[in-house]
């Protein structure tokens, strides 16, 4: 697949996003696609980058996918001003305006001192919504912008729990947002929350890709307190073999093994089937990891074509 000069990132900082290895995925995609599913889309950091007819991204998170669809049924303007709404009724810092100094703050402290009493309430708030309420989505992303490493987390009652974060609304965030409703007003993106089986081979062609981002087996990141176990990636590798038998296009990422860790099942499902197996650069994420040499992990890209 060409590979865009400029890659855009998700306007979520999103645990196990792939922005960072766009440059080593990309061109290992296929180059004519019709249809492009992410089938476990997250932070869409892939699915926004790839040039493709129509694109599809799924996610069993439905708090993250009502969030996408919340930004895809209304105007990036009509966001930043009932934004600025929220900010002003729950006394949240605007630091683009007025500065650090203002709210009595430095940039190496952040904001945190500042907005944690806002924050909070805000999140008391926003936690006793519904996800049909009206102002659910608005709070939500609100909440994103001021939280912690500006993540996305529930707890197991479904509460978002993240605590205030050190910076606001400032030119990185907005940035990301505007080039995402660039991008949904550019590329035809449907968004679907679905567990990845109920994507039926039925529906996709010769003509489509499928690229696979699950959760790894044999790394830590929890998505809302979902887990993904032994089971799941039995699951997920024999949906991969039915992909195909239909001679339908996809590609895996994955983790072979890391800190003496080895995913065994994976091992065992590549040995025995004639796929393709690149192994990638992972110390594009950890700046140290030459320095430091602390582990060794096996990072890859599994395609059937
Ligand atoms: C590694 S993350 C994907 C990151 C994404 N590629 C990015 O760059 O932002 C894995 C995602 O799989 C989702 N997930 C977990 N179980 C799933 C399932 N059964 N069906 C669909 N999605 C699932 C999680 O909610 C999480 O968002």
Redesign the pocket.
Known sequence: MQVPIKKFA?PLN??????KLLSQLLPIFPDSVNTFV?????????AINVNAANVIC????SR?IGLFSFFKANTYDFIISRMQDVIKDFKLSDSKKNGYAFYNCTSSNGLSSFNRYGYLQLREEFNSLSPESENYYLYLYVLIVFSFNNQIRFNGDGKFNLPVGKRDFNIKMQNKLKSFFMILDRKSIVFTS???ERIKSEVLTENDFVYV????LITC?T??E?S?NEE?EKRLLSYLDNLNLKKIRFAL?NVLSTDGKTNEILKFWLDKNNYMCYHLDFSYKNSSYHKKNISKTDEVLITNY
Do not use: H, M, Q, R
């Open positions: 998700s999103y645990t196990g996003g792939k922005y992410d089938l476990f889309c997250g932070g869409c950091n892939v799924n996610d069993i998170d993250l679905k567990d990845f981002d699950p959760p790894y990141a998505y809302n979902k993904w799941e990422s």
